[in-house]
């Protein structure tokens, strides 16, 4: 026996002779008062005549002699049971042996009074042996064992407690049996530390008719946490990743830990770069060599320790691709199941699933196979495959009609430039060069002047092999080349230069054979109940859940329930107002971070870690609710969730709360407060003191100088809309997601006449994309100032200063790293020993401007370079005015040579506004210009804002944050719900005048805000 059980007998010993005692004397009173023969029993009378006596026994004395008979029959019991194996039969049998003896005073034949009194206290005395004994003793007739309890955890308190404890069937030590207890062996409570402790198994086994006793064991555990139990922590120890500054934490597991500061502060790098790297890093490790081959390599965090993990599912905000064919069915499946669903109960027949997928082509061959078995023959065979895909538009939808005077100048030749193509320079190897070389055309020839064959090749001619310069390359005709290379990706993935170069050069229409549906005429023709499958990809999503609710097909019953599933978690998650068919490019990036978090909704998984990036983001006020909700689902099934956030609504359901700073870039990186939310309120950082801060409305508002109309929008489900956008002024608009915000603003307002003659600059959410090589110094194109500048004070070509050109250090390439590569593990990554990470040649750093070399220019922070570019040898005005645009978008930490895959989404947002800043125009759409910005933020965002109009532009936002809506002169409200549900104007005028009116969702939230 261990110390623990030990320490725990003397309880239970008390605890059983508490239990027994208290048992005999109840069950004496009851007897004392009801018995039938007390009046005899405690009157004894002996002789007769003048010589009758009367002996008189006082009930106390009969109660104490009374349980002591008891309580020594109990003993001489107990001992007989060791021997007998059967204590409740000895137990009953004694019991009726003494009241039967003890009936014998009733006859008083031959009897003393000494004899008739102790007969009289023996039938008194029989509660006392039968009551105890039946509570006290249990027979082992079978086995039995008491389970262990976990230890004391608390449970939410919608959870089921003992489902939580003992979640299901148990082993019986032993046996290799697996039994499902009757009664529940965990209905101790938590905290019961000797429920917890003890475990006792007690084996019996019967053979050949006797009883034999195999085993007791005593399996006992200290009260103190089981060892397995102790992981309640994720710690982190001496991060560095990025700007993290030597970063120490311990985050609780089973909780919602927001983490929360000014962007750049640390946040992504500390839960992305550092906690979900390492996770995902250590799964892929357990897979095999051939297969970690074709995984993304990734290098393990700058951190110490990192203890406690586990498995990561990261929800980010990153685009779903931009291919074409992707949609919001393909992406999640739905897409899936349903093509499964006609190929077995649409009318007609026309095939498998793969007739009704838009990605699959229909194939037909026809030929002879040799098959090499026993006597080598040959075999005429055929071989076809109906797939969905509509084979005009090949699974686009859409069709285009090139404007051939958009891809070259015909009075050129291709010699003298004649490409007006982006990119397509007249040295470029890879495009130019190879229709020049190509001996098809002549270079030296005006286009105009081609012959007939000569322009057949020029344009369609197939793709063959060519050589230029010794080296083969593929040549083909320019409309496939171009079409390939710009028109066959999705429109919204393309820079912003390109996109115009799209617009300018094609037209986009439905396809005609296909009516925009992807699909083929066959797989259109198949139905279920007068629905063809691409009907259901155009309905509404919460629609077609309604449509599919309605089918009882029990042949179907498992794909219908799953189907049901995946189309209510859309509806539960606020995206109902989305159909299947919608393009995945076409997403915000609230919505692609939604989308993918449906496939986690109803999920079995447990003990897991889900990783979001501000999951509010595209929500208005009204849906950030659900969003939350949803979260508290997820860490209340066990698992540890982990949230970027700004938003203070979010902030509020936190469980632990994590605030870095104090400031952002090297100004930040460590954690400046952990605890609850109330504690980060008194707490003195920058999210505690502008946790509670609320914009004010406006006294006085700008008055409209001029308004662009737009006259019946109709695009996607705006109802024929109506209104002016006020000039001069700012203007917000909003509305609930889906509501048709964006589909007035780009869709109507953008594209109309109107604007362009206003000068409209669009600034949209589109990501920034760039590798290791991009900084904001080439993004913003403040490096070419700089380096021309270089150029001209040293007498050198300005391409020396580049670090993707010339100039670049020979041994890593100017990527200032170099990275050694081990095979299948991950490639391992340590600065450049020859430049020592400059990036730069040794020759290139021995110029100077304003006695700084290039790289020390690069390292410079936008604060420093702004004041090094203003006065002296190295005034630039050019590139002063783009570091002023940097710095009036709060990114003055930022260092220029700094690669944009290190810049959290806040931060690449901003730096996008301030190089749209530049552009020349008279009205700017800003589109949730919000994003990833702290609540401190926000209010150098409106400083910015206002000193935009007040420069006499006119800037247009379409917001959902409050404090923009507050700040605003004038509002648009769409709605009143989505999808369907919206597409009107349900309010204009003055945020007073929506706060006063109260009449829409928008109005309720901003006056619930403005009131604090």
């Known amino acids: 026996m261990t110390a623990a059980t030990q320490d725990l007998a003397p309880t239970r010993r008390r605890r059983r002779t508490a239990s027994v005692l208290g048992a005999a004397g109840a069950a004496l009173a009851v007897w004392l008062v009801a018995d039938p023969l007390l009046g005899q029993d405690l009157r004894i009378t002996e002789g007769d005549g003048s010589s009758r006596q009367t002996l008189e026994i006082g009930l106390l004395p009969v109660a104490m002699v009374s349980l002591s008979i008891g ?51 023996m039938h008194l005395a029989v509660p006392a042996v039968l009551v105890p004994g039946l509570l006290g003793r249990r027979t082992p007739a079978r086995r039995t064992r008491t389970l262990p309890l976990r230890p004391s955890t608390p449970l939410p308190k919608d959870q089921d407690s003992r489902s939580a404890r003992c979640p299901g069937p148990h082993t019986v030590w032993g046996t290799g049996r697996t039994t499902q207890p009757r009664r529940d062996p965990c209905a101790a409570g938590p905290g019961d530390a000797s429920a917890s402790a003890v475990r ?12 034999t006793r195999m085993a007791k064991r005593t399996d006992t555990q200290s009260p103190a946490t089981h060892a397995a139990d102790r992981h309640d922590l994720i710690r982190v120890h001496g991060a560095r990743e990025n700007n993290l500054k030597d970063v120490s934490i311990e985050l609780p597991k089973r909780r919602l830990t927001v983490f929360t500061g000014v962007s750049g502060s640390g946040k992504s790098s500390l839960v992305f770069d550092t906690v979900a790297a390492e996770s995902q890093r250590l799964i892929n490790e357990t897979y095999s060599s051939f297969v970690q081959g074709f995984m993304p390599n990734v290098g393990r965090p700058e951190v110490d320790v990192l203890d406690g993990l586990t498995t990561a599912i990261v929800v980010d905000q990153q685009p779903m691709g931009a291919d074409p064919r992707s949609t919001v069915g393909t992406a999640t499946d739905t897409n899936a199941m349903l093509r499964v669903l006609y190929s077995r109960l649409g009318k007609p027949h026309i095939g498998g699933p793969a007739a009704f997928a838009f990605n699959v082509p229909s194939v037909k061959a026809a030929g002879a196979i040799t098959v090499e078995k026993g006597n080598k023959k040959a075999v005429k065979a055929t071989f076809s495959r109906t797939g969905g895909m509509c084979p005009r538009c090949e699974g686009r939808g859409s069709v285009s009609d090139i404007d051939l005077s958009q891809l070259y100048d015909d009075s050129k030749s291709l010699s003298e430039g004649a490409f007006t193509i982006p990119g397509w320079k007249s040295d470029s190897f890879w495009t130019v060069r190879v229709y020049a070389e190509s001996g098809f055309v002549d270079p030296d020839k005006p286009i105009r002047k081609y012959t007939k064959q000569e322009m057949q090749d020029f344009l369609y001619h197939e793709a063959v ?4 310069d010794g080296v083969n390359l593929t040549y083909e005709g320019l409309i496939p080349k171009v079409q390939k290379s710009f028109f066959s990706k999705d429109r919204d993935a393309l820079q912003p230069h390109i996109r115009a170069f799209v617009d300018r050069a094609a037209t986009f229409t439905d396809c005609p054979e296909c009516e925009g549906t992807r699909l083929a005429e066959g797989a259109r023709s ?41 189309l209510d978690s859309f509806v539960e998650i606020g995206l109902g107002y989305l159909s299947l068919d919608r393009p995945t490019g076409t997403l915000s990036g609230g919505e692609a971070q939604r989308v993918k978090l449906i496939q986690h ?87 505690g003191r502008h946790l509670d801060d609320r914009a004010t409305l406006k006294d006085t508002v700008r008055k409209a100088e001029g308004k662009l109309p737009i006259r019946g929008a109709k695009t996607h489900n705006l109802r024929n809309v109506n209104v002016d956008i006020p000039l001069g002024v700012l203007c917000v608009v909003t509305g609930v997601a889906g509501s048709g915000k964006s589909s007035l603003v780009h869709g109507s307002l953008v594209n109309d006449p109107a604007a362009a003659e206003a000068g409209v600059v669009s600034i949209d959410q589109s990501t920034i994309r760039g590798s290791r090589r991009s900084n904001p110094a080439t993004y913003t194109g403040l490096l070419e100032p700089i380096r021309k500048a270089f150029a001209k004070v040293n007498g050198v070509k300005p391409a020396l200063f580049s670090a993707n050109s010339e100039g670049a250090c020979p041994n890593c390439n100017g990527a200032g790293v170099t990275f050694t590569d081990l095979g299948f593990m991950q490639s391992v990554s340590s600065p450049c020993e020859e430049c020592e990470g400059k990036r730069f040649q040794a020759s290139v750093l021995e110029y100077h401007l304003g006695g700084r070399d290039i790289s020390e220019v690069l390292t410079m922070s936008v604060d420093e370079a702004e004041e090094f570019f203003a006065t002296g ?21 930022l260092t220029l040579g700094q690669p944009l895959t290190t810049l959290s989404g806040g931060e690449r947002q901003r730096l996008k506004l301030a190089t749209h800043m530049g552009e020349k125009g008279g009205v700017y759409i800003l589109d949730e210009p919000t994003t990833g910005l702290h609540l401190a933020d926000v209010e150098q965002l409106l400083g910015l804002l206002d ?25 648009i409200d769409l709605g009143p719900g989505a999808g369907h549900d919206g597409g009107k104007i349900v309010f204009e005028g003055t945020p007073a005048e929506l706060v006063e009116a109260g009449s829409t969702l928008t109005g309720e939230h901003l006056a619930e805000y403005v009131k604090g």
């Open 71 to 121: 309580a020594a029959g109990w003993a001489v019991l107990a001992v007989l049971e060791r021997f007998t194996r059967r204590s409740r039969q000895v137990w009953v049998a004694a019991a009726l042996l003494v009241l039967a003896v003890s009936f014998l005073p009733l006859t008083g034949a031959g009897m003393s009074g000494g004899t008739r009194t102790a007969l009289a206290l």
């Open 465 to 468: 092999k060519v050589k230029v």
């Open 601 to 687: 909704l109803g999920s079995s998984l447990t003990d897991v870690t889900y990783v979001f990036d501000e999951p509010t983001i595209g929500l208005h006020p009204h849906d950030i609710q659900r969003m939350n909700s949803l979260l508290l689902r997820l860490r209340d099934k066990g698992n540890t969730v982990l949230v970027v956030e700004h938003k203070p609504e979010t902030i509020a359901i936190a469980d632990h709360v994590v605030d870095l700073g104090p400031g952002a870039g090297t100004a930040g990186g460590t954690v400046c407060y952990e605890g609850t939310l109330e504690g980060m309120r008194k707490a003195d950082t920058v999210t």
């Open 526 to 566: 198949s139905k279920i109940k007068r629905k063809s499958i691409a009907d259901l990809c155009r309905m509404e999503i919460r629609d077609l859940a309604e449509w599919v609710r309605g089918l009882d097909e029990p042949s179907v019953a498992p794909l219908l329930t799953a189907l049901r599933h995946s």
């Open 873 to 893: 040898e190295a005034r630039i005005p050019a590139a002063h005015r783009i570091l002023q645009r940097l710095s009036d978008v709060g990114l003055g930490y």
């Open 947 to 971: 000193r935009l109009v007040d420069s006499g532009k006119s800037v247009i936002v379409v917001e959902h944050h409050q404090a923009v809506m507050a700040h605003a002169d004038w509002i």
């Open 200 to 211: 006792t198994i007690t084996r019996t086994a019967r053979s050949q008719g006797e009883t």
